[in-house]
């Protein structure tokens, strides 16, 4: 069965940093993809970054520049560096297994499909 677990969220200033992990349990992370997701009260969810099992990855426009996506196959663990937060940041953060989508031969995003971890909040203030 598998099972993804997020942490490392919490509640930073404006400009600060946090690194969020996900670690995996009966999942081969070297296939297929993973991703990033966050939604905030009242709006949709929607893709953070996500990550190939080739190591092509992909953003959203509103945090490349800010964000990194990362996984360690060892430790079968992902990980999303978010630097330089901004309060319209703030959201619950779920991580996902997923499909990979191309975009003119190019990875453009990992459309999930069948497992999620339980999220874990970022909270950015002013």
């Known amino acids: 069965q598998v099972q993804l677990v997020e942490s490392g969220g919490g509640s930073v200033q404006s400009g600060g940093s946090l690194r969020l992990s996900c670690a995996a349990s009966g999942y081969t992370f070297s296939t297929k993809c993973l991703a990033w997701f966050r939604q905030a009260p009242g709006k949709e969810r929607e893709g953070v970054a996500a990550?190939?099992?080739?190591?092509?990855?992909s953003y959203a426009d509103s945090v490349k520049g800010r964000f990194t996506i990362s996984q360690d196959n060892t430790k079968n663990t992902l990980y999303l560096q978010m630097n330089s937060l901004k309060p319209e940041d703030t959201a619950m953060y779920y991580c996902?297994?997923?499909?990979?989508?191309?975009?003119?031969?190019?990875?453009?995003?990992?459309?999930?499909?069948?497992?999620w971890g339980q999220g874990t909040q970022v909270t950015v203030s002013a």
């Open positions: 996902a297994t997923g499909r990979p989508y191309y975009t003119y031969g190019y990875f453009s995003r990992c459309v999930p499909d069948n497992y």
């Open positions: 990550i190939h099992s080739d190591g092509s990855t």
